[in-house]
């Protein structure tokens, strides 16, 4: 698998992609930069293109132009890396899964949404697959004592964890980038390089449309001091304006747009459930980074300064927690929401599963704020309808403390660093 073999880590995607191929023509692997989708892919891939091969890429967009045919000859399942510059060869593969009936003859990479829309959707030929960076497990941080699974099928917590509040604000500076892992290094300097590209080649060339780097700043740090809120855009751009600076609306939401397309980030959708009153659930969505390490880059964080400012570390081990707890749950075949209400009930995580299973989790950092979170998590779970919905399969408050147990009103309480599938 080429020089870099030997820094590869197992992940979750692995078993993701040998399900997708077994059943689909081609699989098209999505996420931000620099998260392993090329490595990943690699893996199971017998041929590989590099779309954007400085000796090749004149050449491969020609082709991709004129005989796209010629540019998917290799053995399967062939890679196709940053597919999105040349659109036209979602067409071919298509086209190709059509005539040829194989599964599992691609999989295709991108760390953008194509400017331009290919002229099908490629819908019963291609699969989706959203890729994230490296969870704490992954990267063997957490001892995956307590399986997010077993707890849905109503196993019991039990577990200790060897990381503390430092650990803690020292990971979400890293953040979980294969490469930064795999190398044992701090990783501060990567995430911030990463937004200094966005915002300086990325945020226009994903459309073609121009943009400045400065804006592009303004709109991600803003974004960065509202993660794990549910703040609308005019709450975004109050607080751009609050620091000094200002965009106008349909500026500000053209930016953020342009950055979900990047990936870069990615909110996390509120979950309705049937309640016993008539409380006007939120439809708004939780406000993060597709990793913490770009939240806390984007604010200048260091893991010395966060300790220093409890509030701001709070919220970005909250975003720490949904990517894993995003990780975990879709490993699982399940999916992860957040629920408020206009009462102020809340829970920062809702996992769901696709046979109807249910579980409140909520996040809080520090031993003292554990029994408010019960509490909450508690009240919550009475509102909600179980007539209609079934009676949750566990409530958790994920923590920074060392011991995962069954506390004595029933809820859980799990260190993330516990945690795994």
């Known amino acids: 698998m080429g020089d870099n073999e030997h820094l ?9 992609l040998s399900q997708r191929l077994a059943r689909s023509g081609a699989v098209v692997i999505r996420g931000p930069k620099w998260c392993g989708k090329t490595e990943t892919a690699r893996q199971q891939a017998k041929s590989v293109l590099y779309m954007q091969n400085p000796d090749t890429y004149q050449s491969n967009m020609l082709l991709a132009a004129t005989k796209p045919s010629v540019l998917l000859r290799g053995d399967k399942p062939r890679l196709i890396d940053e597919w999105q510059v040349a659109p036209a060869l979602w067409d071919a593969v298509r086209f190709d899964v059509d005539t040829t009936r194989a599964r599992g003859g691609y999989i295709l990479t991108g760390s953008a949404t194509p400017g331009e829309k290919p002229l099908h ?4 030929r291609f699969s989706i697959m959203d890729m994230r960076t490296m969870t704490l497990f992954e990267q063997g941080l957490s001892s995956g004592e307590v399986s997010l699974a077993a707890l849905m099928d109503g196993g019991e ?41 966005v915002a300086d080649e990325d945020i226009s060339n994903v459309d073609g449309v121009q943009r400045s780097a400065d804006y592009a700043m303004l709109a991600m740090r803003a974004y960065a001091r509202c993660t794990s809120t549910q703040a609308d855009m005019a709450k975004v751009r109050a607080d751009i304006i609050a620091h000094g600076d200002d965009m106008s609306r349909n500026t500000l939401s053209a930016y953020v747009n342009a950055l979900r397309s990047l990936y870069v980030l990615e909110d996390l959708e509120a979950w309705k459930p049937s309640l016993r009153d008539k409380t006007r659930v939120t439809s708004t969505p939780t406000r993060h980074f597709t990793d913490p390490s770009l939240a806390a880059a984007a604010l ?28 975990y749950a879709r490993a699982c075949g399940g999916f992860l929401y957040h629920y408020r209400d206009d009462s102020g009930r809340e829970s920062d995580a809702v996992v769901v599963f696709p046979d109807g299973r249910w579980a409140l989790v909520e996040v809080k950092l520090g031993a003292r704020n554990v029994d408010q979170g019960a509490k909450g998590l508690l009240d919550l779970a009475s509102k909600i309808d179980q007539g209609i919905v079934g009676p949750p399969a566990f409530l958790a408050v994920v923590s920074t403390g060392p ?5 004595p009103d029933g809820v859980l309480e799990i260190p993330l660093a516990c945690l795994t599938k």
Do not use: K, N
């Open 8 to 16: 590869y880590m197992p992940r979750f995607a692995d078993g993701e």
């Open 121 to 124: 959707s490629g819908a019963g």
């Open 157 to 197: 917590p039990d577990g200790s964890a060897a990381m503390d509040v430092e650990d803690y604000a020292r990971a979400v500076c890293r953040g979980g980038w294969p490469e930064v892992v795999a190398r044992g290094e701090d990783g501060q300097g990567l995430a911030h390089d990463y937004l200094v590209a």
């Open 300 to 327: 200048g964080a260091t893991p010395e300064s966060l300790l220093a400012d409890m509030p701001t570390l709070g919220a970005l081990f909250e975003s720490l927690c949904i990517h894993d707890l995003r990780i």
């Open 403 to 407: 011991y995962a147990y069954r506390r």
